[in-house]
């Protein structure tokens, strides 16, 4: 939305419709309690908010992007258990992403995704005893 400022032309680039995008966004937009756009007849617009968190959504997209690249790119397969934790407000988002064609890519490959308050997923990370292989 905030590169097309237009919510014909956004839904066609990300394959979806107009509907279906406008749905996502109002579910995001009362999941953050934030206004992110302002809608006007032919155009739409980033409020203060949706201005201030952009960067973190670009963020967000750019490390789901690095991910599936990583998992694409591995020589070998990845295999064994992979825990995903994630808040309510990103994960629908997310998720779709993170895991199309994730199984057929990488069979072996187990996922178990969590979705928490950040807090409880930072207190899981940290006692969960990590060994480097």
């Known amino acids: 939305m905030a590169e097309k400022q237009h919510f014909g032309s956004a839904a066609s680039a990300l ?43 670009r963020a967000v997209l750019e490390a789901v992007d690095a991910f599936t690249a990583a998992a694409a790119g591995a020589s070998d397969p990845l295999q064994g258990s992979l825990r995903l934790g994630l808040i309510p407000t990103v994960a629908p988002y997310v998720l779709p992403t993170v895991l199309a064609g994730l199984a057929e890519r990488l069979p072996a490959l187990t996922l178990r995704v969590v979705e928490d308050q950040t807090e409880r997923l930072l207190a899981a990370l940290r006692e969960v005893p990590w060994t480097p292989r």
């Open 15 to 57: 394959g979806v419709s107009q509907s279906t995008l406008s749905q996502a966004l109002a579910g995001l937009e009362s999941g953050l309690g934030v206004r992110l756009i302002e809608r006007s007849t032919r155009r739409v617009f980033l409020t203060p908010e949706g201005r201030q968190l952009l960067p973190h959504a």
